[in-house]
């Protein structure tokens, strides 16, 4: 069993590093940020991932003049929230580096229909159980 489990972490372990290699990615020590290739930077002559501004934080990306994204080292690195986002003033006066969907951004429809509905299964739900000890 406890050779079986060797095995594995071996094998995932390897099947890592040849996802890395195949990637770009230099695992090791850089001097520059271009040895490790798109999508990281090198820190301290090791590459680190990029700051994912649009995913994570839904922050726009800044742009080099030539069109290519900066890798941003921390999210101070990122751009404006994404329209339709906004942080969010926290209880320290600094506002969130992750932008939230604006309340103005969320479809009234949604607003409008839910409190309804609510209702109206509240009361047949009360109803039923009137009814059903009757």
């Given at each position: 069993m406890q050779f079986l489990r060797y095995a594995i972490l071996s094998i995932s372990f390897l099947i890592l590093c040849q996802m890395t290699s195949t990637q770009g990615i230099q695992v090791g020590r850089c001097y520059e940020d271009r040895e490790c290739g798109v999508g990281f930077y090198c820190s301290s002559n090791l590459c680190e991932?990029?700051?994912?501004?649009?995913?994570?934080?839904?922050?726009?990306?800044?742009?080099?003049?030539?069109?290519?994204?900066v890798c941003a080292k921390s999210v101070a690195n990122c751009g404006q929230c994404?329209?339709?986002?906004?942080?969010?003033?926290?209880?320290?006066?600094?506002?969130?580096?992750?932008?939230?969907?604006?309340?103005?951004?969320?479809?009234?429809?949604?607003?409008?229909?839910?409190?309804?509905?609510?209702?109206?299964?509240?009361?047949?739900?009360?109803?039923?159980?009137?009814?059903?000890?009757?």
């Open positions: 991932t990029c700051v994912p501004c649009e995913s994570i934080f839904n922050r726009q990306s800044l742009m080099y003049s030539s069109g290519e994204p994404f329209k339709g986002f906004q942080s969010i003033a926290r209880s320290d006066g600094q506002f969130t580096e992750k932008c939230f969907p604006s309340v103005q951004s969320i479809p009234s429809s949604t607003t409008s229909t839910a409190a309804p509905a609510a209702s109206v299964m509240f009361l047949l739900c009360f109803f039923g159980r009137i009814i059903n000890q009757s």
